[in-house]
């Protein structure tokens, strides 16, 4: 995610860059912003490359799609992570069952 970053930061014009938005809970996604620093949808990025030239536009949509594909993997690991965290919780919570029934017997 960061190498994207520093790529899209490294254009001289910053006409578009990618920005990594870190969230509270640890997550992270890439997201559009324009060279004045306003957050865009990808619609609107989809719209304001349509008008680049083609290899332009083509570098850009190669750049999206990279963004979109690891944002989607991020969003697969954390729901990865919450369901092992439940699992484990879960399995914590039979095993002092267990321990408790043993005890009790």
Known sequence: MTELVTLTQGVPQRFLVLDLQRRSNGSQALRWRDGRGVMR???????LIS????????RY???DAHAVWLNAEA???????????????????????????????
């Open 61 to 63: 949509a190669e750049l």
């Open 75 to 105: 969003r697969i690991v954390r729901y990865c992570i919450g369901v092992f965290d439940d699992v484990l919780q879960y399995d914590e919570e039979q095993t002092h069952q267990f321990s408790a029934e043993r005890a009790q017997q």
């Open 41 to 47: 949808s990808r619609a609107a990025v989809a719209e």
């Open 51 to 58: 008008a680049l030239p083609e290899p332009l536009r083509r």
